[in-house]
């Protein structure tokens, strides 16, 4: 799963989804553009969020249906979930909201595969309690990402001891290697992030046993509206993800 953390512009997010499908062709990678309409977890007030849930799902179903890519988006509340559910084809859990119990089974309800981000203050065992609430409003495509853990201030760490025990839920893991990098707050009003340790942390998560990985990508993070810090350069994205298939193959041979 990757793309740019949130909609910047309809013309950015389609130049974005068409240069990841044009890589995945070429390698043959299973892709899913991942992209939000509103970041609402944002650092500070005057943080840019996104054009919002009116704007933004159009924009969405246009990639749909220009580049073909399945879409993923977060949802924030319950009152957004049929909404988004009729233009995406995954939709996903924030972190910082992934104990919400309406918000899970909203979700689940829709028919739609869910993507229940891992909270950076949940223990690896707690997350089977969110499966279980999407399992019990009858969600049976559920998928669980691990984003990091909070690790005193302004920081997260992955602890890859917790990897079998999410597996062990019985759903898909993914691998969250740009959130893993972010520096919360860290520049003051915003998030800082150390963007050149995303190819390691995304190695050892492989080597690890993840099923898949997510990636915030942008062609300049210096110069995106969120997130930047911990976005791979999108002109890296193709010798990144062929060399993640390359150690998955070796693995698994």
Not at 84 to 102: E, G, M, W
Not at 205 to 233: F, M, N, Q, T
Request: charged share 25%; proline share 5%; aromatic share 6%.
């Amino acid at each position: 799963m990757a793309g740019p953390d949130v909609i910047e512009s309809e013309e950015h997010c389609l130049r974005s989804a068409e240069s990841l499908a044009e890589v995945a062709a070429r390698l043959r990678l299973s892709l899913i553009f991942k992209c939000s309409y509103d970041k609402a977890n944002r650092s500070s007030v005057s943080g840019y969020r996104g054009p919002g849930l009116e704007r933004g799902l159009p924009i969405l179903a246009k990639v749909k249906e220009r580049v073909g890519l399945p879409i993923l988006t977060d949802v924030h509340e319950v009152a957004q979930v049929d909404a988004a559910a009729a233009v995406v084809d995954l939709l996903q859990i924030p972190a910082f909201l992934s104990r919400q119990t309406d918000l899970i089974q909203a979700a689940a309800r829709s028919g739609k595969p869910v993507n229940l981000k891992k909270g950076q203050f949940l223990a690896p065992r707690d997350m089977h309690h969110a499966v279980e609430k999407a399992r019990a409003a009858g969600g049976d495509q559920i998928v669980i990402t691990e984003r990091g853990t909070c690790f005193g201030y302004h920081n997260w760490v992955v602890d890859f001891r917790g990897f079998p025990l999410l597996r062990a839920s019985g759903c898909p893991l993914l691998f969250d290697a740009s959130h893993t990098v972010q520096l919360p707050g860290a520049a003051g009003s915003s998030s800082g992030g150390e963007a050149e340790l995303i190819p390691l942390l995304a190695r050892a998560a492989v080597a690890a046993g993840c099923d898949g990985i997510y990636l915030e990508v942008h062609e300049d993070p210096e110069r995106a509206l969120c997130d930047g810090p911990s976005s791979l350069k999108l002109d890296r994205f193709a010798d990144f993800a062929a060399r993640l298939r390359e150690l998955h193959a070796y693995l698994r041979s």
